[in-house]
């Protein structure tokens, strides 16, 4: 079993719909827990950064962590064309050299049409 | 504000042949993490590396693969006899500092590397 499962989707939903996008993981040492979203051969952009549960919201975007349920989403609101990209989610435990190592999710492909 | 550079883009090599793949952090982070993503698969750490020091390569393959982090100058992710097994692209990311400040990870634009 992989520490952290994202469905791969692909996920096609038309302009202005509400897109969410979801992780589940089985490390409960994992504590942090990040959004990048990655356009076609680039790198992987920080969307989102969240530290335990709770929700956290940034313009069109809002992150909720379930550390109870291990399980986070992303929510994407009045989605637009230019959100056409793989989002992954990943995650990091605390304490010494573990904050930097992220586990990452297979990643969602999103395209949203006009 | 130059990010994360990674150099080249693309990279052919053949089998047997050496492949080097190299990082320069954004300025003022003095750590680096290498990440490979698999066609159809998410990334998977790799190696972690502070200036002169290997943190945790936990992630590398025990043959062939060797990272650095020098005083001067940029990580560099090195493959010996590269297979067609290596076929990836190879992203390095940098954080700023230590403890939790770590996780906000800056990644490049990354390395395609083919094997053919």
């Known amino acids: 079993q992989k520490e952290v499962e994202q469905d791969p989707g692909p996920l096609s939903v038309p302009e202005g719909a509400i897109v969410s996008l979801n992780c589940t993981y089985s490390n409960s040492a994992f504590q942090y827990f990040m959004w990048y979203r990655q356009y076609s051969r680039k790198g992987p952009e920080l969307l989102m950064y969240?530290?335990?549960?709770g929700n956290k919201e940034d313009g069109r975007f809002t992150a909720q962590v379930d550390k109870s349920s291990k399980y986070i989403s992303l929510f994407i609101r009045d989605s637009q064309p230019s959100d056409s990209a793989t989002y992954l989610c990943?995650?990091?435990?605390?304490?010494?050299?573990?904050?930097?190592?992220?586990?990452f999710g297979q990643g969602t492909i999103l395209t949203v049409h006009p | 504000n130059a990010g994360v550079m990674q150099n080249p883009r693309h990279l052919v090599r053949r089998r047997g042949q050496e492949a080097r793949l190299r990082c320069s952090p954004m300025k003022g982070h003095s750590h680096v993490y290498w990440y490979r993503q698999l066609p159809e698969e998410g990334l998977k750490f790799m190696v972690y590396l502070q200036k002169e020091n290997i943190i945790d390569e936990s992630g590398m393959p025990k043959e062939r693969f060797s990272a650095e982090f020098p005083k001067e100058g940029p990580s560099i992710l090195r493959i010996q006899q590269v297979v067609r097994g290596d076929s990836a692209a190879y992203f390095c990311a940098s954080s700023p500092g230590e403890g939790p400040m770590n996780t906000e990870a800056f990644f490049g634009q990354g390395t395609r590397l083919t094997v053919v």
């Open positions: 969240t530290y335990s549960s």
């Open positions: 990943a995650m990091s435990s605390a304490g010494g050299t573990s904050y930097g190592k992220l586990t």
